[in-house]
């Protein structure tokens, strides 16, 4: 455990990371091209997002072979060479392990559509439908023949059936097949929901109905702490659960050490500070919000990872910060505050570098399958046509799927990208920031290079100093040092109203004085010894 909570994760979305072959689309040929690049970040392991075969209904999420490579990401071989690569670097590979539900094209499913005796129960089939429903908006089942089949995500999703011996055979097999081709573990897909313990009809709610009867459920526990005893002890491995709708108190039932099903996990909590019921329906960010959660996670569990973005979630300057007004200072701001918190920090592609939400002007722009069903649930229940364009334009996943920006010109292909470049390319770019000094890409290796060099960054106790409207302060604390936090999340200057010790450690903001006074979007860490 010691071992993973030293780490920084970096997370590549393989569709959008690079294109070697010049047909659109990123691929693991592109990635090995940029490993000097990841390397020169300072971070130690890549989660990469499924690259394995899918018919790419959710980008992936969809899977239809757990040993075999998407053709459009490259071949087997292209994923060994990656793995060795990465490690002559000293990174290592943690793959996205989805096992709540496989695609409806993986050969188990068409199997058990044909009623194969063997295969039938490898998926959750009932004669009538219950009420549930999906996170993808509508029913969660589809009918087939004489049947119906669950489906949590789309109906291109079937779940598995956890309760099937077979199953858990196949996926201890499965993870296998990957630790021995050297990878270091795995970030598990939606793992708090794969166990269902009923098929009852779920009690009325806006969303997610029937989520009491498979949200992190005692069967989930059983099967992860057999994967853990007859798969992961054989390795030395890496485990990141993500886990949607979990508690501080569910979270620790999963990563502490008397349980140690995961190493640790992803909250959503701090991720829908700024929504009402569901994503879709967004308010306004308030900062101290924002702080009063993270501080109850680091306060309550074990050991946190911390994230402000990933494949699902919009571009965090967008929303937390100001990407018209105080791009850089705010992109810097999320990422100090980002590498004070308590735990292991992931940095999703593009983040790096202060990439923002992309201007969508047309659903064909939208590539997303969960946009485009929501945007037609959302027409179907009368919401006006421009308010629903609004709320894509400001949720959809695709603001985080658009190509990496490796130059003025995008540098993602030499042919159109699967989806559209993010104009801002132009403007924010790693070859451009590659020779600023103070860049955010410079800065992000500022920040991992304090925290490769500080204990009490990585392991010093978390202590929540003052958070108002706009201000967030705290400190970390080991036996030697302490640290001081401070980030202005407003367009305003702003007092610091406490008293801060030590000397000056980093600063998103080039200052003569760095007096009481914070900036607009200015973030502070000042160090001192104990
Ligand atoms: O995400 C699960 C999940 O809940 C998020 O997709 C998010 O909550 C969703 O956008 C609904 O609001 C995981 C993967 O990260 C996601 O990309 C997949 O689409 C999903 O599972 C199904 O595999
Ligand atoms: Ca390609």
Redesign the pocket.
């Given at each position: 455990m010691a071992l993973n909570q030293d780490v920084v994760v970096y997370q590549i979305y393989p569709r959008s990371f690079k294109d070697s072959n010049g047909d659109g689309i990123g691929d693991i040929k592109g990635i090995i091209s940029k490993l000097d690049y990841i390397r020169s970040l300072g971070v130690d392991v890549i989660w990469l997002?499924p690259v394995y075969k899918s018919p790419n209904d959710?980008?992936g999420?969809?899977i239809s072979d757990y040993k075999d490579i998407n053709p459009e990401y490259g071949t087997m071989q292209d994923m060994h060479k990656l793995i060795i690569e990465a490690g002559l670097r000293g990174i290592k590979i943690i793959m996205?392990l989805?096992i709540?539900?496989t695609s409806d094209e993986h050969e188990w499913f068409i199997k058990s559509k044909a009623k194969d005796p063997k295969y039938r129960d490898y998926y959750i089939w009932k004669e009538k439908p219950n009420n549930w429903t999906s996170?993808?908006g509508g029913k969660a089942w589809t009918k087939v023949d004489d049947a119906y089949y669950l489906h949590l995500?789309s109906k291109k999703?079937p779940d598995l059936n956890w309760k099937n011996p077979e199953v858990m055979k196949e996926i201890k097999e499965i993870m296998r097949f990957w630790l021995d081709k050297g990878i270091y573990g795995f970030r598990c897909?939606?793992i708090n929901i794969i166990y269902k313990t009923s098929l009852e009809n779920g009690k009325k709610r806006l969303v997610l109905v029937g989520k009491e009867h498979y949200h992190q459920q005692e069967g989930m526990h059983e099967i992860l702490k057999t994967l853990r005893k007859e798969v992961l002890d054989d390795y030395e491995t890496f485990t990141v659960g993500?886990t949607?709708m979990v508690t501080t108190k569910q979270a620790n039932d999963l990563i502490m050490p008397v349980r140690h099903e995961l190493d640790m996990i992803f909250s959503?909590s701090h991720m829908e500070v700024d929504q009402v019921n569901?994503?879709w329906f967004k308010t306004k960010f308030k900062p101290k919000k924002f702080m009063k959660t993270l501080t109850k996670w680091q306060n309550e569990v074990y050991w946190n990872a911390n994230y402000f973005e990933?494949?699902?979630q919009p571009r965090s300057i967008s929303r937390f910060g100001d990407d018209q007004n105080y791009h850089d200072e705010s992109a810097k701001m999320l990422g100090t505050l980002l590498f004070g918190l308590k735990g292991t920090p992931y940095i999703y592609q593009g983040q790096e570098i202060g990439m923002t939400n992309c201007p969508f002007n047309d659903m064909s722009e939208f590539k997303d399958?969960?946009t485009h069903r929501i945007y037609d649930i959302a027409k179907k229940i009368g919401i006006p046509k421009n308010m629903r364009f609004k709320m894509m334009q400001k949720t959809s996943?695709d603001n985080a799927r658009t190509p990496m920006q490796w130059s003025s010109s995008c540098g993602f292909s030499t042919t159109t990208p699967w989806i559209k470049a993010n104009p801002s390319c132009e403007k924010i770019n790693v070859l451009d920031q590659e020779t600023t000094a103070d860049s955010i890409l410079n800065y992000y290796r500022k920040l991992i290079q304090l925290r490769n060099k500080h204990h009490v960054l990585r392991y010093g106790t978390f202590e929540s100093l003052y958070e108002s409207k706009s201000v967030y302060a705290f400190r970390r604390f080991d036996d030697d040092h302490e640290v001081f936090v401070i980030c202005n999340f407003s367009k305003k200057p702003k007092k610091i109203k406490i008293y801060i010790k030590g000397k000056l450690l980093i600063s998103n903001i080039r200052k003569k004085d760095y007096n009481h006074v914070l900036a607009p979007y200015e973030a502070r860490m000042y160090i001192k010894e104990i």
């Open positions: 997002s959710d980008n999420y969809d996205d989805v709540n539900h996170f993808f995500f999703q897909d939606v993500e949607v959503f569901n994503k990933n494949h699902d399958v969960e996943r």
